[in-house]
């Protein structure tokens, strides 16, 4: 009998203070998201963003696997994603699975402060789940 698994995405911002010094006057400091003009968004907006975690997320064939895996990472000036860390998961290959997907990812519409186009920190949890 096959699984039926569900992965869920919801979305949450997290109190990272991550700035680092601003050279040569461009602003390179890292923004959270929750406290910029303008948010990141993924093309298509949250709903195409959970479609392609779904489409591309492999969860391991693991009985009885549960829990979120916590994943932060930075979308640049350019929409591209860098920095991608796991912050907690539940073992079985699960936080490496969540980097790769993220490498997959299209570029974001990147953030906004002040009119220019800003890196911040994004952070959200996998909810994966085995019926």
């Known amino acids: 009998m096959k699984k039926i698994l569900i992965i869920a ?5 997290i ?4 700035a680092q010094e601003t050279t040569n006057g461009s602003d390179n400091n890292i923004y959270n998201t929750a406290g910029i003009e303008v948010k990141p968004e993924f093309p298509g907006g949250y709903e195409a963003f959970y479609k392609f975690i779904a489409e591309n997320y ?3 064939n693991v009985v009885g696997l549960n829990g979120k895996v916590y994943v932060a ?11 991608i860390k796991v912050l907690r998961d539940i073992g079985h290959g699960t936080g490496k699975e969540a980097i790769r997907v993220l490498e997959l990812s299209p570029k974001w519409i990147p953030g906004e402060q002040n009119g220019k186009k800003v890196r911040c920190t994004y952070a959200l949890p996998i909810n994966i789940m085995a019926r």
Do not use: L, R, W, Y
Not at 9 to 13: A, D, K, P, V
Not at 15 to 18: F, W
């Open 15 to 18: 109190q990272i203070v991550a």
């Open 73 to 83: 990472f930075v979308i640049e000036k350019d929409g591209s994603i860098t920095d």
């Open 9 to 13: 995405i919801s979305f949450f911002s």
């Open 58 to 60: 492999k969860t391991p």
